[in-house]
DNA sequence: TAGATTGTTAATCGATTAACAATC
DNA sequence: TAGATTGTTAATCGATTAACAATC
């Protein structure tokens, strides 16, 4: 919506851009230059320029960047200031270590249930409740789901994901080893660990 | 080492060739055109061709590719008929559903131990012998250790990565939060789930 | 003021796409 | 043979880098 089109790369070096801007905040550094930004991030200063001058100027002739200022943008940008209901679906150990990772409430996603085809196995984990895999239709059509993390095996991940796309949720995270793509019905990101351990495969032995 | 550079974008698709391939072997399908896997993949076939053609001619004219012969061609190439050892470094949830995760074997890469620094929580995980973090030096010293996963927090991620490097591990898969980078003395893959999370959430909003 | 650094325009580089001769 | 499809060369497109006027 809105605006003109921002590439892939464009949007992967945002949350760079934020992550460094935090460190920053914690030395209580106040002020840094493109020149800064990138030489932290393996970057060119141009490049770090360009990147932020998609979404608008930040920065100050002769000063640089407040650092708080561009931190409250690019977190703006982000969209990281609205909250996000999240569902896992699959409570296996990646769902598990999912439930029980903190680090999403600072981009402000909460997970709200669990979905397993075997719901004795845990009846709760780390405080989030699991329902069984038949109550997720009914789960998802009578609550807000803003973002629904796919932890189950690949060969029901494409089911599952899809099901709740038609169910209206327009967000994916996907765990599971295939490729997910919603074209404009949902967004999606994929984590392929077995993709990634391929590529290091590959880089470690050229 | 040896030919020119694989640019990261390739390095990136061939895994999904791979995968592609797998799917076609189980289907008992056994000829494929740069075309089919084109759009089974969305790129174009141009670029599939292009890829492949940076490793050898795989395929034939007029007929296409050997689906058991390229298939064999990449896992060679992404250098998947190698043993790998591992060792997991943080028995964490992550750590704990890594050493969990089976699918590794598909891949040659075996864990062989984990470290953690509250040894006594758990002893074993899923038949992986669980050392203090005392003991890692020593343990790196004298096995052969090709991958080093990392999985402990943020603030010890870079200082334990330095170390297993410094003792000669080559590879490096990293699932803390933070982008390391060892230049030509390690390779190293990042799995950034909170850069992932960030970049939905831009996504979902736009 | 002089020095520093932005935002933006232009130049370069690399990756993707198109075209096609070779040939199975 | 005629049709299909490769591998590769050339053309296009987009992303990165360089340059610089504007200005704090």
Not at 138 to 143: E, G, I, L, P, T
């Amino acid at each position: 919506m809105g605006g003109k089109q921002i590439s892939e790369n464009v949007i992967s070096r945002l949350p760079k851009y934020y992550r460094y801007l935090q460190e920053l905040e914690v030395k209580k550094i106040n002020r840094v230059s493109s020149k800064q930004i990138s030489e932290a991030l393996n970057l060119t200063a141009s490049q770090v320029r360009q990147d932020l001058s998609n979404f608008g100027g930040f920065g100050q002739q002769g000063y640089g960047y407040d650092v708080d200022y561009l931190k409250a943008c690019i977190r703006e940008i982000l969209g990281l200031n609205t909250f996000h209901n999240a569902i896992i679906i699959g409570g296996g150990r990646i769902g598990q270590a999912l439930a029980n990772y903190k680090g999403f409430a600072s981009e402000n996603v909460y997970v709200r249930a669990v979905f397993d085809i075997n719901v004795s196995k845990v009846a709760k984990i780390d405080g989030v409740d699991v329902y069984d895999m038949a109550e997720l239709d009914a789960y998802v059509s009578n609550h807000k789901v803003d973002v629904a993390i796919i932890s189950v095996q690949k060969e029901e991940a494409k089911k599952v994901a899809e099901k709740v796309v038609a169910l209206g949720v327009k967000a994916i995270w996907n765990f599971a080893p295939i490729d997910l793509n919603f074209g404009s019905r949902a967004v999606c990101e994929n984590i392929n660990m077995s993709e990634s351990l391929m590529r290091l495969i590959y880089k470690a032995k050229s």
